[in-house]
């Protein structure tokens, strides 16, 4: 599984903001990255993608305009900005990395992707 860490979760009011971050494996500079979130009882749902570039990104439409995706293939992070946030936005974060594609193109389909955090905790209360 690749090396990664997802980090910056917590418990805030809605309206708040967290920055998610994910330290990832070197290799994984040359793939689209995407963020996924999982609620209890819940399949893993994809919230967010990157391509290779940073050209280029996707949003699930529950975050779209409140939530932005970043990375710095230098320092091998992947970030994600979630502003203004509410209380179904509950979950776990994930960050995986495409299997062999560069763009977004699948990015829906977690099974396209592989994961190897435990992943980060956000709750948010009414």
């Known amino acids: 599984l690749p090396q990664v860490q997802e980090s910056g979760g917590g418990s805030v009011q809605a309206g708040e903001s967290l920055r998610l971050s994910c330290v990832k494996s070197?290799?994984?500079?040359?793939?689209?990255l995407g963020w996924f979130r999982q609620a209890p009882g819940a399949e893993r749902e994809a919230i967010s993608c990157?391509?290779?570039?940073?050209?280029?990104?996707e949003y699930a439409d529950s975050v779209k305009g409140r939530f932005a995706v970043s990375r710095d293939n230098d320092k091998n992070m992947l970030y994600l900005q979630m502003d203004n946030l509410v209380p179904e936005d509950t979950a776990m974060y994930y960050c995986?990395?495409?299997?062999?594609?560069?763009?977004?193109?699948?990015?829906?389909?977690?099974?396209?992707?592989?994961?190897g955090g435990q992943g980060t905790q956000v709750t948010v209360s009414s």
């Open positions: 990157i391509s290779r570039s940073g050209a280029s990104t």
């Open positions: 995986g990395a495409d299997t062999t594609w560069e763009t977004c193109g699948r990015w829906r389909r977690p099974l396209y992707f592989t994961f």
């Open positions: 070197g290799f994984m500079s040359g793939l689209a």
